[in-house]
T-cell receptor, first 113, second 112 residues
Framework: SAVISQKPSRDICQRGTSLTIQCQVD?????MFWYRQQPGQSLTLIAT?????????ESGFVIDKFPISRPNLTFSTLTVSNMSPEDSSIYLC??????????FGPGTRLTVL | QKEVEQDPGPLSVPEGAIVSLNCTYS??????FMWYRQYSRKGPELLMY????GNKEDGRFTAQVDKSSKYISLFIRDSQPSDSATYLC????????????FGTGTRLKVLA
């Protein structure tokens, strides 16, 4: 299994600003994923981040709004750009090794005013 | 139709009861099946992971997969108040992106 930490754990931001969320894994992993979870709803995949290549975004999510970096096999960042209240959500990163399952971080609770 | 359907609950049971949580999925290409437990204000925690049809047991937890009917279940024996959480089922395929699809989660409350 992998242990995953996220920073910040929560934040309150103003409309129009950007927030970068960091995700650190305690071991090298092939794949990292970013999800959004809104209250009472399931996890929605934003993008898959593989080291050394551009992130792959799911339908409805674009790079300009959610730029992702994956500089090495243990770290990734997700930026939520030009935020609006609709971006208020929990953002989760997870890590996996191909066919292995995914392990999740504790999440970042974002409130946009 | 959603790719993974899960009753959101809430489900309330007395301590010691056997709990049955269920999901259905639509895509026969799904090969992997997981159950996650998520406590309030925490990230999902992997409980069970199975690749094939049949049962997999781990302590008080049993995961069951029926690929012919596209039905997955999680049974919790001797349920405890500490089992109170939201349980998420997930399915995935190794074709292409290793993407997983999650159910909406079932909120479980075990009453002492």
């Amino acid at each position: 299994s992998a242990v995953i930490s996220q920073k910040p754990s929560r934040d309150i931001c103003q409309r129009g600003t950007s927030l970068t969320i960091q995700c650190q894994v305690d071991s090298q992993v092939t794949m990292m994923f970013w999800y959004r979870q809104q209250p009472g709803q399931s996890l929605t995949l934003i993008a898959t981040a593989n080291q050394g290549s551009e992130a792959t975004y799911e339908s409805g999510f674009v790079i300009d709004k959610f730029p992702i970096s994956r500089p090495n096999l243990t770290f990734s960042t997700l930026t939520v750009s030009n935020m609006s209240p609709e971006d208020s959500s929990i953002y989760l990163c997870s890590a996996g090794q191909g066919t292995d399952t995914q392990y999740f971080g504790p999440g970042t609770r974002l409130t946009v005013l | 139709q959603k790719e993974v359907e899960q009753d959101p609950g809430p489900l309330s049971v007395p301590e010691g009861a056997i709990v049955s949580l269920n999901c259905t999925y639509s895509n026969s290409a799904f090969q992997y099946f997981m159950w996650y437990r998520q406590y309030s204000r925490k990230g999902p925690e992997l409980l069970m992971y199975t690749y094939s049809s049949g049962n997999k047991e781990d302590g008080r937890f049993t995961a069951q997969v029926d690929k012919s009917s596209k039905y997955i279940s999680l049974f919790i024996r001797d349920s405890q108040p500490s089992d109170s959480a939201t349980y998420l089922c997930a399915t995935g395929t190794t074709s292409g992106t290793y993407k997983y699809i999650f159910g909406t989660g079932t909120r479980l409350k075990v009453l002492a």
